[in-house]
């Protein structure tokens, strides 16, 4: 990152201003072997390849004749160093629900000006 992101992210830490130019002179002093170390501990994550999914629903049982138990079922297809692994997940249509709208507010949180600011300084 460069000098002026850096100082803006340890601006809000509250240190004084003298430690503040110390840790951006060891940062700059040291630039290339810290971007090294960060890369190398960097988790190794799966990445998404593909999806299918099937809606089943029960509609009577012999206990029940007239119940309705929805089930979405999906297969997650992930690669992983040339690999492709495959997840089976089953959930009923309102925790799906929630986990849409879970995921939603994660992605209005990124909008925000600090995230912002977080993802562009770890490019």
Known sequence: ISEVDFQDSIHVLGFSDELNKSLLQLYLD?????????GELAPRLPSYHSLEWRLDVQLASRSLRQQ??????MKLHLNQNEDQ?????????ATLLHL????????GEMKMNHCR???????
């Open 100 to 107: 849409i709208q879970q995921l939603e507010q994660a992605l």
């Open 85 to 93: 692994t495959a997840q089976v997940l089953q959930t009923d249509p």
């Open 30 to 38: 040291n630039r290339k072997e810290i971007r090294s170390i960060l």
């Open 68 to 73: 309705i138990k929805p089930a979405v079922t």
């Open 117 to 123: 600011r977080i993802v562009r300084n770890m490019k």
